[in-house]
Structures are given as C-alpha cells and as structure tokens.
C-alpha cells in the first residue's frame, strides 16, 4: 500500500502490528477513526493507555484488577471455599459471563506444555498451593483445556497439593448444548457415555 | 461479558465502537495490548491521536495530507494535466498502489446518491470546475463506482463542465484479471463484449 500521509501510514502501521489484522483491515479502521469526533478517538486512546498502564494483576489470584487484590477476591459474598483454577483471564471472563459461578478464581498464566517451554516454573502453581494451604480452600474446580497438556496440568496439580485436605474437581466433559452427536469426536462421545447421568441429575443440571 | 476490571472493560467497549469489531474482537484485541510492551502500546496510541488531530485535508484535491497541500499536488515530477476523479481517499490508496498512475487526484467526497440525501452540494465539484478551469487541466479520468450512481455522477460533472476544454475519459471496465466469465454479471460481460479491443492494444495494455 502507497500512503500520500504519513500520520495514516503510520496508523495503520501500527493497528497492522495487533495479531488478525492485516493491512486493509487495518485501513478501514483508521479511516474509521478519522471519520470519527476528536473527543470519540481521544476516549479511545486514553481507555487504551490507561489499561495498560493502570492495569495490576490480582496478588492473590492473578486475575486481572484495577486495585492490588481483584474485585472477585475481596467480594465478601462470594464462597472463598471454591477455587476455579483456569489458564488464563479470558477463561475468567467467559466462566463469570454464565453468572452460575460464585466463588473465587486461580489464573495459573497457562498450562504445562514441554514442547512450548512452559514448565511448573513458568505457572503460579506455589501460590496455589499457598492459598489451599492458608485461605480455607475446600474444592478446587480444574477448568483446564480438554488436552494432554491439560489434563497432565491438573494431574501436576493434584500430585502437588495430595498433602492437603482439599477436593480437585474438573468441569463436566460431555457432548455440548445443541452438539451433535455424530459430530462430536470419539473421545468426547466415549467418555459422556462412560460417565452417563441418571436421569434427575440431567434435568437438575440442566435447570440449576 | 461480565469483567472483573473496568479499566479492561473501558478498553474492550472503546474498541468495540468500530465498526466491525465485535466484544470478543475487542477482548482479544485488548488482551494483546495488555501483553505488549508499554511504550509499545503508547506508539499505537499517539499514532492514532496524532493521525486524528494532524491530519489535513488537501486544499486542492481533498486527499489526506500532513500539510496544507498533500505531497502529491506538490509534487512537480507528475503529470499536472491528468485529474484522476475518485469518491474517498481510499480510491487513492488504491490507484497509487498499482504504482502505474503518475497524474494528480480530485476526491470527490462520496458520489451523488438522492436516497442517501448526497447532492453535489455535499461533493467537491465546484472545486473541481475551478481546478479544470484554472489549473491547466487537460483530461478527467473518472475513477467512480460502476453504479447508476456513480455514472449519474460521470455525467452530471460532464455537464457541468461541458464549456471547459477538457477531455473526460472513465476506467476501462471488463472483466477482471483472473475472473471467470461464467460469473460475470451480464452488464459487464455485454459491455465488455461491446467493446471488445483488437489483440494488439489488448497486449499493450497487459504489458504496460
């Protein structure tokens, strides 16, 4: 692309630097932006700044945070006694998008992935362990990647943390909402008719 | 979505302001910003302020320009006799690209469209007749959309004009390089068989 200006050049220069958008996306959404008030593309900037800049990760768990410690973790009302330990933020977001969760949260940063040099070392595994073992931590819920990485994960876990008296659950694997049977792969299939529900529990969990 | 940080859900809804952009875009988008280097993002950020609040638009042809007069007007080694005629700045993103076009542009701003309210008060005609009329103009390449629309606009600037001693020519339509010509629609495929070209012409113009 042959730009007459370099301040859009520029623009879309850097817009093009964000994975998933190439050049001409990147375009569009700067003439979008010029097209736009000055006080409209200031707000953008300024909201984009301030996040990063602003932005702390939650000292107990790593969970994104405007403030030292999580509005999740000092929220009084929720059960501190559950712990959902996930991979990252976003998986934080789409658990408390369902509004069916209330207790607390453990961002482990990843999972363990040998191939990608990620190992115990790279994940906060040892302030997991510390919050079980100070914080009254009865259930951690493994909301891990259904994977080989994931489930050695949670295994990794679980083996660290046999010492305490604390129960490690995983999220129900099973055929998806509005899946199809004969398009869901063998595993998945296998394993949601070898841990099949009665009946009561089926209608229980899909009302609750 | 529900987010546990404001400054992060300020991000996300700026960024799903843009048209195009869906939350999940915006959250992705945002998380990457998150990972980045903090100077990093502030280069995004002030090339998009500084593009909003620098850019100008040039007093001759109404392109983008980071001065008064954008780089092509002022540039002396092109051809000031050719005016290629385009509906945005977009257009002229796009034929500079082809790096085969060595005249100047006039940015007509949109093109006349009564459904849309676009008459040629909103256009840049008058100073398109001032620039024939003045400025030793010599031919109109009309670049506008193959629309009713655009050609109304082809015609309605012909009119307008019709006392200056210019030449006005159109972009050759036909079907495109790599296109198939069972999926032509028939306008194009008949035009493009009314003026069909003799051999000879056909390689100069794949040539040059």
């Not at 906060?124 to 009254?136: A, E, F, M, P, S």
């Not at 891990?144 to 295994?155: C, K």
């Not at 990794?156 to 046999?162: G, N």
């Not at 659950?169 to 004969?182: K, Q, S, V, Y």
């Amino acid at each position: 692309m042959v730009f007459s200006s370099k301040l859009i050049e520029d623009a879309v220069q850097e817009f093009a630097r964000l994975p998933g958008i190439g050049k001409k996306t990147a375009l569009r959404l700067v003439l979008q932006l010029l097209k736009m008030d000055e006080q409209d593309v200031d707000a953008f900037t300024s909201a984009i700044g301030r996040m990063r800049h602003e932005v702390q990760f939650c000292k107990v768990c790593h969970n994104v945070a405007d403030t030292e410690v999580c509005m999740i973790c000092v929220n009084r009302a929720r059960n501190s006694t559950q712990v959902c330990v996930v991979e990252t933020i976003r998986d934080v977001i789409a658990i408390e998008s369902t509004q069916q969760y209330n207790g607390l949260y453990h961002v482990l940063g990843g999972i363990l992935s040998p191939l990608d040099g990620i190992g115990p070392g790279q994940l906060y595994i040892g302030t997991l362990h510390d919050r079980v073992k100070n914080n009254g931590v009865e259930e951690l819920i493994m909301a891990l990647s259904p994977t080989i990485e994931g489930d050695t994960t949670v295994y990794y876990i679980a083996r660290q943390l046999k010492d305490l008296p604390v129960r490690i659950t995983t999220i129900a694997r099973g055929i998806a909402f509005g899946g199809e049977l004969e398009y869901a792969d063998e595993m998945t299939l296998a394993r949601s008719i070898a841990k099949r529900l009665p009946i009561e529990n089926y209608v229980n969990s899909a009302g609750s």
